[in-house]
């Protein structure tokens, strides 16, 4: 930088700015090769982002040059009958130089008023900087299920979503919609029937220690739904090779065996929280960065 005062500017990142965006993430330390990124960049130049949210996020710049990035995943998502618009804001890096600034980042990411944002990997020592700026904790770790051994349930069918599946009045269009949109993610979309009625579940496909292949409980449309049916759904997980199922709680879940981990906790700043099961659409799945392998081949 030249010794001429600072103009420093934040603003929403434009499809021109992503080779800048791709620098700062390349240098940031999350991990993920040019060809990783570059798919993500082109997954949220393709997401179906609300009218009036930006459709990757927002940037800091100096003088005219990219010194800092965050990304906003913004969403429609089905709850209760209803569509709400959800915000997760990922990825925050900025130059070390720059870093009193970063602030104007997250300024500029919140002032959407009418959504619901998250943030579901804060590192420790954003926690309180993270409550001044009206977030609050709503998921405390994780429950890791050996759901297959849960008693039956009677009468369940469970098939992969597909373009025949039709709506109805126990499975929405918007519901039809996610459920595709999180299969061409590579996540293991499903529908269940049980006692005439239909319920939608989403699971990522990830692994534990490298090598233990867990499908997280990315979708439903409550918990409750989840503990009901974890029988035959584990057992149709565990013949795709999934014996773990992992599942946000905020402690042990009556019903299932397993083991509760306290772990990273889970953000939200809003008029109410979401649902625990529900990260659709969120950086589990359009980053994937628990998972890599999922977007791009790694060197």
Sequence with gaps: MSSRPLRVRCRRIEDSDR?????????????????????????????PTPENYPKY?????????AVGSLLLICSTIPAAGQLKVRCNTSCWTVWPAFQAYGTLLVAQA??????????????????????????KRYCEGRFSALAALTPRFPRVQ???????????????ADEITLLLE???????????????RRYPFVFEPTRRYRYIRVAYLTYCRSIDDFVRLAGPL???????GYLWVDLDANGPLTG??????????????????????????SERVVIALQFPARIGPQE
């Design 19 to 47: 080779d800048a965006v791709l620098n700062l993430l390349l240098k940031s330390g999350f991990g993920g090769n040019r060809a990783f990124w570059t798919e993500v960049l082109q997954r949220l130049s393709e997401h």
């Design 256 to 281: 299932l065996i397993g083991h509760y981990w306290k772990t990273t906790p889970k953000y939200y700043r809003g008029s109410e929280p979401p649902q625990l099961g529900d990260l659709a659409y």
């Design 110 to 135: 919140l002032k959407h008023k009418e959504a619901t944002y998250i943030n579901i990997s804060p590192l420790p020592h954003t926690f309180k900087l993270m409550a001044a700026q009206g977030y």
């Design 234 to 240: 584990g057992r149709y997980l565990a013949r795709l």
């Design 158 to 172: 469970i098939a992969e979503v597909g373009d025949g599946t039709e709506p109805g009045e126990d499975l929405s």
């Design 182 to 196: 999180h299969a061409d993610y590579g996540c293991i979309s499903l529908v269940v029937t049980a006692e005439g």
């Design 57 to 65: 996020g927002y940037l800091l710049e100096v003088n005219n040059v």
